[in-house]
């Protein structure tokens, strides 16, 4: 594998160029003002609208579940149909100005902070559901959410893989792949894809099918679709609910001393990639007062599908391992994100905050060494430095079989065989932290990459940083490089969708 060629591919000269492009087109090239609202209106149904700074539609159009990623925007443009979109990507590419497509609004990679004064395309009217008569597929507006998804499939006794937090789009998320409970059954959320209609940068409005002329372009829309263009509807797989849909929850609090006995069962519980499919879990390291008052404690929740209450046999090791508190629950698939707190009054739901910076790495297994390591630093560095006391670190555990069964190279999603999702959370409300934040989430990360003992750095794209070099987040293959910047300089020959995790157009 060409690792020299591959640096200079992401060489910081290519970055460079990025960057002065995107300065350049707003500081000259930008003219709103009265103009935009009657000569793009005028080109848009009657269901969209125009917002500028001042309206309250556009404060809500632009909040951020985090300040860290956020675009500055000049103009919002609330699109009421796919048309509206291609009409919007049109003006902008006419005026020369950036534009982003906006859902969730949970993003949180750093080049989204490159978009200057730019047109949002807020996304959220486009959220309508068809389920087909045969009840195997779903058509989804571009701009739905996690939970209207969850909640309009529920109700006709289907279901399909989404993220686990209501409020987050579901395109989002899936564009980069897409996690979610479901995946250890039917893979990722962009495997389920089975067709989308996409504009892409021209502002031409695309069919887009893993057979059809636009194959290749299917192909990168499955991990690597924000760089692509803007989804305005996907067609995706469902599936029957099993049963009555019920899952079994439980949420355990340990205090710091039975970290190595907990990773170690983690361990087992992940079975070298072959963790159960129908258990999950999420855990949490952060400052739990409540469990203890001086140092960071762990909780984690456990998820069962299928059952009215935990199997003894998935509760009792966690039960004897002595946690300080237990929580339980069951109920309906629906009811998941009450349990977890990831409902859309939820605190992961609130928009307008602080600074929230992810940095994150994939596991096949932990290191209880690089756990306790990393547990260290994140005691001492949020006592010297109480900025960060709301941080935590992360460790997703879903379950993995439907990710892996599906061929590598099929997808532009590069990372299938890694099965635990970390991240280091860095919680802080003040601008002038950011470097230290940095410094703190990278510091954390390199510990957990030495843990691994692989020279490979391997990173979710919809949980990166934004510093991260590109290989970690598309996987270090060379022909993938070749093949994105390929089908960059033929979709989007001048990068207009540079503003998550950014792959550079060959030849440019
Ligand atoms: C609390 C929380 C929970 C999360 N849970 C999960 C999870 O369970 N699984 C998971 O995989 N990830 C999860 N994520 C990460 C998530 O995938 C990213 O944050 C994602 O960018 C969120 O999408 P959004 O629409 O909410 O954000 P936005 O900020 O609105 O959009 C983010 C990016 O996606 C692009 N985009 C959005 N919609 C479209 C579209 N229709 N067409 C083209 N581009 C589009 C935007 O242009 C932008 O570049 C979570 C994040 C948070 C903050
Ligand atoms: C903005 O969002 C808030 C919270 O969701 C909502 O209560 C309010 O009505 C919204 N404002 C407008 C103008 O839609
Ligand atoms: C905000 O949007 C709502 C719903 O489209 C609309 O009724 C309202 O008039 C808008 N408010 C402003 C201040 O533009
Ligand atoms: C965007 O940036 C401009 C210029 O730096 C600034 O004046 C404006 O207030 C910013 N917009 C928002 C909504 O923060
Ligand atoms: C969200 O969940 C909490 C419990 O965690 C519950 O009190 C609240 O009512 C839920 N909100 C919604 C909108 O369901
Ligand atoms: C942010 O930090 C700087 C430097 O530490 C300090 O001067 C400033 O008051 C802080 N601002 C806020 C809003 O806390």
């Known amino acids: 594998?060409?690792?020299?060629?591959?640096?200079?591919?992401?060489?910081?000269?290519?970055?460079?160029?990025?960057?002065?492009?995107?300065?350049?087109?707003?500081?000259?090239?930008?003219?709103?003002?009265?103009?935009?609202?009657?000569?793009?209106?005028?080109?848009?149904?009657?269901?969209?609208?125009?917002?500028?700074?001042?309206?309250?539609?556009?404060?809500?159009?632009?909040?951020?579940?985090?300040?860290?990623?956020?675009?500055?925007?000049?103009?919002?443009?609330?699109?009421?149909?796919?048309?509206?979109?291609?009409?919007?990507?049109?003006?902008?590419?006419?005026?020369?100005?950036?534009?982003?497509?906006?859902?969730?609004?949970?993003?949180?990679?750093?080049?989204?902070?490159?978009?200057?004064?730019?047109?949002?395309?807020?996304?959220?009217?486009?959220?309508?559901?068809?389920?087909?008569?045969?009840?195997?597929?779903?058509?989804?507006?571009?701009?739905?959410?996690?939970?209207?998804?969850?909640?309009?499939?529920?109700?006709?006794?289907?279901?399909?893989?989404?993220?686990?937090?209501?409020?987050?789009?579901?395109?989002?998320?899936?564009?980069?792949?897409?996690?979610?409970?479901?995946?250890?059954?039917?893979?990722?959320?962009?495997?389920?894809?089975?067709?989308?209609?996409?504009?892409?940068?021209?502002?031409?409005?695309?069919?887009?099918?893993?057979?059809?002329?636009?194959?290749?372009?299917?192909?990168?829309?499955?991990?690597?679709?924000?760089?692509?263009?803007?989804?305005?509807?996907?067609?995706?797989?469902?599936?029957?609910?099993?049963?009555e849909g019920l899952w079994a929850f439980e949420r355990y609090s340990y205090t710091q001393d039975k970290l190595e006995a907990l990773f170690d069962y983690l361990n087992i519980f992940g079975n070298d990639g072959n963790q159960r499919v129908d258990v999950m879990y999420w855990a949490t390291i952060s400052h739990e007062p409540d469990v203890d008052p001086t140092n960071p404690s762990i909780s984690i929740f456990v998820l069962q599908e299928g059952v009215a209450a935990m199997d003894p046999d998935v509760s009792a090791p966690f039960r004897n391992l002595g946690p300080v508190t237990v929580n339980t629950n069951s109920g309906p698939y629906v009811d998941i994100s009450k349990w977890t707190e990831f409902n859309m009054t939820s605190r992961a739901c609130r928009k307008g905050g602080g600074y929230i910076a992810r940095f994150p790495i994939n596991l096949k297994n932990y290191n209880l060494e690089a756990q306790r390591t990393v547990f260290d630093v994140f005691a001492a560095e949020t006592l010297d430095n109480p900025v960060f006391g709301h941080s935590n670190i992360m460790l997703e555990g879903y379950s993995s079989q439907g990710v892996r069964a599906i061929n590598e190279a099929s997808t532009a999603y590069p990372h299938r065989q890694d099965t635990i999702l970390v991240s280091s959370v860095i919680i802080f409300d003040n601008a002038t932290d950011r470097a230290a934040a940095e410094a703190f989430g990278n510091r954390m990360r390199d510990i957990f990459h030495d843990g691994t003992g692989e020279d490979e750095k391997h990173v979710y794209v919809n949980y990166a940083s934004g510093d991260e070099p590109l290989e970690t987040i598309y996987g270090y293959d060379w022909w993938r490089h070749i093949k994105l910047s390929e089908l960059k300089k033929k979709y989007d020959p001048h990068n207009r969708f540079r503003y998550y995790a950014p792959i550079p157009v060959a030849g440019l």
């Open 1 to 243: 594998m060409g690792m020299k060629s591959l640096k200079v591919w992401v060489s910081g000269l290519i970055y460079a160029a990025f960057l002065r492009e995107s300065y350049a087109l707003s500081a000259d090239a930008y003219r709103f003002g009265d103009d935009i609202g009657s000569a793009l209106g005028r080109r848009l149904s009657n269901g969209a609208s125009i917002y500028f700074p001042g309206n309250d539609n556009f404060s809500n159009a632009t909040a951020r579940w985090s300040q860290w990623g956020k675009p500055n925007i000049s103009v919002v443009v609330e699109v009421a149909n796919q048309w509206d979109v291609a009409e919007t990507v049109k003006y902008a590419n006419e005026h020369d100005v950036p534009f982003i497509a906006i859902n969730g609004g949970h993003g949180n990679i750093k080049s989204m902070e490159n978009v200057h004064q730019g047109i949002e395309i807020w996304l959220h009217k486009l959220n309508t559901v068809a389920i087909s008569d045969v009840g195997d597929t779903a058509t989804f507006g571009g701009g739905i959410l996690s939970h209207e998804v969850i909640e309009s499939l529920w109700a006709a006794g289907k279901q399909t893989v989404t993220g686990v937090c209501d409020c987050t789009g579901f395109l989002g998320p899936a564009l980069g792949g897409g996690h979610g409970y479901l995946q250890g059954r039917h893979g990722l959320i962009a495997d389920n894809f089975v067709s989308l209609e996409v504009v892409t940068a021209d502002g031409e409005l695309r069919i887009v099918t893993p057979y059809g002329p636009e194959s290749e372009l299917f192909w990168a829309m499955q991990g690597a679709g924000h760089n692509f263009g803007i989804v305005t509807s996907v067609t995706s797989k469902i599936y029957d609910v099993q049963g």
